[in-house]
């Protein structure tokens, strides 16, 4: 997520002040951000599926780059209504 979210979604560019203030461009909802959260739930509960699953063992097998791939896809999916930042502050 935070691949997709630094090169893709906000193109690279980062407001770092905002990264250590209240109410600040990353601070989220409470703290949390939700959809980050569930793109790395997607991707987890996909490997463990292999788990559960032997058929799909290798789902599980490989969950490190499963995991990236679903992730990555579901938090691109998620946050493709985002507008990346427009400038960089100088």
Known sequence: M???????????????????QRN?????????????????????????VGLAVPPLRV???????VGFLVSFLVYFAMMHSVQPIAQAAD
Do not use: M, T
């Open 59 to 65: 789902l599980y097998n490989y969950a490190w780059f």
């Open 24 to 48: 600040g461009l990353y601070e989220y909802q409470s703290g949390f951000h939700w959809q980050a959260l569930a793109a790395l739930a997607a991707g987890a509960g996909v490997a463990f």
């Open 2 to 20: 935070l691949i997709c979210d630094y090169f893709i979604v906000r193109k690279k560019l980062l407001l770092v002040p905002d990264l250590y």
